[in-house]
Structure formats: C-alpha cells, structure tokens
C-alpha cells in the first residue's frame, strides 16, 4: 500500500478558506458537494445544524452561481496542487444494487465528521433516494444514539469501552458490530515555525499530564523540552478535545497512560479547533487525527517515529489507531440493506480514496475482507 502524501497547503484551503466562501454562498458547507454542483448539479449538502448535515436537492440559484467562478477556479487549485495517491490495488470497487432508499442517521467521532459526509455524499450520489443526516460531536455519543435506536451508525475514533458495550448488550442481549473503516495517526502538532521535531511519549505526558505515569518529570517551557535560545523561556501553550471526544480518551490512554490531564490544556470542541489553535499560538501544542493537519501546523515524530501510513500499519508510530463504525447487527440475521449498503460502499477501492483524500490512511485489502466478512459481503 503506497503512502498517502498530504498536502498542508491544500488541507488549509480545504477545511478552512473553502468552507467560508462556501457559506458566503448562502450556506453550503460540503467542497465536494459544491464541486459536483457547479458542474454536474448533482444534490449538493447543505448545512442544517452545528454539527449535523442532511442530504438535499437544490439547484444552484442565481446568487450561488455569481460565485461559481472564483469557487471553481479556487476548486481547481485545490484538486491539482494535491498529490495523487494510490490505495490497495486490490481493493474491488463498488457494485450498486437495486431497491436502496430510505433514511440513514449516523451520530458519533467528530474526527471522523467529515470522512462521514464525504462518504455519505458519494453514496447519495449513487442513491439520489437515500437521505442522510450525521452529526458529530464526539464518540462518547454514539454508544447512547446505537442504543436508544436514534441513529444507523455510530461512528467512533477509539474502540468502545467495555461499559458502553454492556450497556448496549443489557438491552439487546448481544454485542454491537465494530467494523474498522479508515487508519489514523492521532498526530501531535506544534507550530509550523516551532524547531521540535521529535518528542518522546514520556515528555508528551510530561507536557500535557500532571501525573507523569510515564515517569517522566513536568514539562512546561519550550526550554523543559530542549528547545534553547528564544524558545527557552517560552511556556508551552496547550490545547486539546473535551471529554467527549474519543480522541481525547485514546491519546489519555495511550500518551498519559490514564493520567490526568493539566488543567490549563485549553479544550477545544473539535479538532479542527485544536489545530486553528496551534496555528494561531507560536507556542501551541495540541494533538488531532492526521487528517486535520494545515500548512499552520507540523505533525512531529514520537519517539523517533513519524506519523506515517508504513509506521502505523507495522505499529511502530506510538499513537497509530483504526477508525470504527459500530452497527446494531443481530447475530446471525442480515443488516438491512441501506446500512450494510453503505458500509460497503466505505470499504470499497472509492471509499478508502475518499480516506485518503481527507488525509487519513486506507484499509489494506486484508482488513477489508475481514470487516466484509463480519457484513456478510
């Protein structure tokens, strides 16, 4: 499997400037449903709510199309600065199928918001009766949405937690389905004019924990963590997700080995948050899914080891992690078909490409087998 090559400069425009011309453009908040749009008019997504979108037809009015072209030009610019980037030629690509409509609600990982949306727009694209809403505002929200039957798919940056797992088995007497759809490296980003370029697991802990169960000594300039110069006396400004977020509790986990946090890590509600942060503070420091890094920031390495598709997948990246959709899937019965429908859809050769164009790393085709295998694909 080649590695996917980001694009920072491109990943700024992305998440960042387009959203906001596109929100001049009376409210569209999805760049690839504009692209299609402008020059297909295929449906577009349309923001309905602070995290949580919904798939709709409109055409484009006249208002829309006076910005059509400096959307468009700036839309090239990003699509032809970007690298391209190969996924496991072994991947089959999807095969639609007949009779699929209806409605499909997922609720859960912020980090994986905006891989929902892309995912769901293409699948729209393929089922124009299929309407989809996603809401993201963190993985602790979709064990309770599975659960009480509010949403289809519960979309998780962590595994689920033995406690939320028997709490949905308490109900339905069996366990929900995990199914991997996407790799990351949760990345610690600083400044791009920041000199670090490698820090260990024990002075991550050291800088962002007050318990140190890495055994490592606290760290609170720029200068505690090696930097000399300018950079020494400089305190490291801290920024990181709120207790929501799987994200928070998997770098808790893996990087403070279930410490504490500081308390002046400055939670953010999402990542993007995070890195717009880190980019505006010279002295920041803040960790997110890879997929958000922007040419404002720098991902460094840990222990060594850059957060890298080779490194995560041979597991020698400290903070490499699969990123979950969890189903409520009854033991030997079929799902129904709009769900597993999807699902295979984002595990096909189209929809580990959409991994890779929103920054994250593609399934090997072994572990695609294997999650179709548990679909019954």
């Known amino acids: 499997m080649m590695m996917p090559v980001r694009n920072p400069v491109t990943n700024t425009f992305k998440r960042f400037a387009l959203p906001w011309l596109l929100k001049v453009s009376r409210g569209f908040a999805g760049w690839r449903g504009f692209e299609r749009k402008i020059w297909s008019y295929q449906p577009n997504l349309m923001r309905k709510k602070k995290g ?46 007949s009779g699929i409509s209806g409605n499909l609600n997922s609720i859960g990982s912020d980090t994986l918001n905006n891989l929902m949306t892309f995912w769901a727009e293409s699948f729209q694209s393929i089922y124009p009766n299929v309407n989809i809403q996603i809401e993201g505002k963190g993985s602790s929200t979709a064990p309770p949405a599975l659960i009480e039957g509010t949403s ?69 300039s720029w200068g505690d963590a090696g930097l000399t110069g300018d950079w020494k006396n400089k305190p490291i400004s801290l920024y990181g997700r709120n207790s929501a977020s799987g994200t928070y509790g998997f770098f808790k986990s893996k990087a403070l080995k279930k410490g504490d946090y500081k308390k002046s890590v400055k939670e953010q509600p999402g990542s993007s948050a995070v890195v717009q942060g ?100």
């Open 278 to 377: 880190v980019a505006s503070d010279l002295a920041g420091i803040g960790y997110s899914g890879i997929g958000y890094v922007t040419s404002g920031v720098k991902a460094i390495s840990l222990n060594g080891v850059a957060p890298a598709a080779e490194n995560c997948l041979s597991g020698k990246y400290p903070l490499a992690r699969f990123l979950y959709v969890y189903v409520n899937k009854k033991p030997n019965e079929p799902l129904d078909k709009l769900t597993i429908e999807f699902l295979k859809s984002v595990l096909s050769k189209k929809g580990q490409e959409i991994v890779v164009k929103d920054g994250y790393f593609p399934l090997p085709a072994s572990v695609v087998e294997e999650e179709l295998a548990k679909l019954g694909g």
């Open 52 to 97: 949580e979108y919904e798939m709709s037809k409109n055409n484009l009015n006249m208002k829309q199309a006076a910005l059509a072209g400096l959307l468009v030009a700036a839309l090239t610019w990003t699509l032809t600065s970007a690298q391209a980037v190969d996924v496991d030629p072994s991947l089959q690509s999807y095969a639609p199928v």
């Open 152 to 220: 289809q798919l519960g979309p998780m940056s962590r595994a689920m937690k033995s406690s939320e797992i028997d709490k949905f088995e308490a109900k339905y007497g069996y366990k929900p389905m995990e199914i991997r759809v996407a790799i990351d490296a949760l990345a610690v980003f600083v400044h791009k004019d920041n000199p670090i370029d490698n820090l260990s697991i024990q002075q991550i802990d050291s800088i962002f924990s007050n318990t140190f169960k890495q055994g490592g000594q606290p760290i609170d």
